[in-house]
């Protein structure tokens, strides 16, 4: 036997059918860890966006809610030390109603804009929010007739519905209410409708859950808790 034939080395069919299955074997699980890393890299890019989205409306919809029943003319609706007993005038923005279902729930307020108190409730002074669950959307009321919002009101978009869709808004309000009876010159109500007069301290929790409008993975829920600034007084001294 020559030289040439026994020093003559190579692969065989079967090992370079093995060679080409590991490689493709390692190709594939790189592709896949690519894959997981990829996706996993776009589900933070959403979870990010849908997180800033949301609390960007929180924070819009705090700072609308703990203005209701502002009044620029207060200290016409406060006793007067020397005249306990005179007819306080009414704050034309009091009132936050907030309607039962949980559906498609809404809240409604009004708050004074003017910049000269007219002591009138208008209709551009009248405002709120609720779930629009056609589009999954949460709006903003810029106007309307009366305290409580209605369909023919003014709305617009506060979420975008082309990046976050909302699926449940919980709106709740919390009252504590302490007498003022006591600086009445009465301190007696016998009986008489609306006394005691009373000080309604207020908090409205707003809480939204939401998924990304492109990928129903991408879940977030946030909230928040609002203590109203303007107090309200009802009720009138015994007479």
């Known amino acids: 036997m020559s030289c040439q034939s026994r020093c003559t080395h190579g692969w065989s069919l079967i090992e370079l059918m093995l060679a ?17 890393h990829t996706d996993e890299q776009r589900r933070l890019l959403l979870e990010s966006r849908l997180t800033q989205d949301l609390r960007t409306a929180i924070e819009l919809i705090s700072r609308d809610v703990r203005r209701a029943g502002y009044w620029a003319d207060v200290s016409g609706g406060a006793w007067d030390g020397t005249h306990p007993s005179a007819t306080l005038s009414p704050n034309p923005y009091r009132g936050v109603v907030l309607n039962g279902p949980t559906a498609a729930p809404w809240i409604g307020y009004s708050y004074s804009r ?6 009138i409730s208008g209709n551009q002074e ?16 810029l106007s309307g007739s ?22 449940r ?23 008489q409708a609306r006394c005691p007069p009373e000080r309604v ?11 990304d409008a492109r990928d129903s993975r ?10 109203l600034r303007n107090d309200e007084v009802t009720g009138a001294c015994p007479t």
């Not at 009366?146 to 699926?167: K, M």
């Not at 977030?220 to 808790?225: A, D, G, I």
């Open 20 to 36: 080409i299955a590991l490689g493709l074997l390692l190709l594939t699980g790189l592709l896949q860890l690519a894959a997981v």
């Open 114 to 119: 003017d910049l000269t108190e007219d002591n």
């Open 126 to 141: 009248k405002f709120g929010l609720r779930l629009n669950t056609s589009s999954q959307v949460i709006e903003w009321r």
């Open 146 to 167: 009366a305290i409580a919002p209605d369909d023919r009101d003014s709305w617009q978009a506060l979420t975008d519905p082309a990046l976050a869709r909302v699926t």
């Open 169 to 191: 808004l919980l709106i709740r309000i919390e009252e504590q209410r302490q007498s003022l009876l006591a600086l009445c010159p009465l301190t007696t109500c016998n009986g």
């Open 201 to 211: 301290q207020r908090k409205v929790r707003v809480e939204l859950d939401a998924q």
């Open 218 to 227: 991408v879940q977030r829920q946030l909230f928040t808790e609002t203590r």
